[in-house]
């Protein structure tokens, strides 16, 4: 079954920049897409990037909320997928988890990560 670990969060300024990535172990042609998910206090989790996984074209897709500002990002030989931020806003604030899915687009889940902790604060 699939492991995943997050890292890169931390403290930052309005605009500024984090870069958080996610690496993937276990049975990894058990899914087809990686992908971010954030869930600040009182909000419901919501889906933020997602990138395909084994196919030699990247497909990408965004939440309105982060585009133009974030970057999604694989390294398939690593497993390893990132998530560049850029123009933090106090609205991005909050829990991000990566997670696996059997499908391209992200919309099936197999595993999750556990979280890593954004916070944007001057």
């Known amino acids: 079954q699939v492991q995943l670990q997050a890292c890169g969060g931390g403290l930052v300024q309005p605009g500024g920049s984090l870069r958080l990535s996610c690496v993937a172990s276990g049975f990894t042609l058990d899914y087809s897409g990686m992908g971010w998910w954030r869930q600040a206090p009182g909000k419901e989790r919501e889906r933020v990037s997602c990138i395909s996984i084994g196919y030699s074209d990247v497909r990408t897709n965004y939440a309105d909320s982060v585009k133009g500002r974030f970057t999604i990002s694989r390294d398939n030989a690593k497993n390893t997928v990132y998530l560049q931020m850029n123009s933090l806003k106090s609205e991005d604030v909050g829990v991000y988890y990566c997670?696996?899915?059997?499908?391209?687009?992200?919309?099936?889940?197999?595993?999750w990560g556990q979280g890593t902790l954004v916070t944007v604060s001057s």
């Open positions: 997670a696996a899915t059997i499908d391209s687009q992200c919309r099936v889940v197999r595993g």
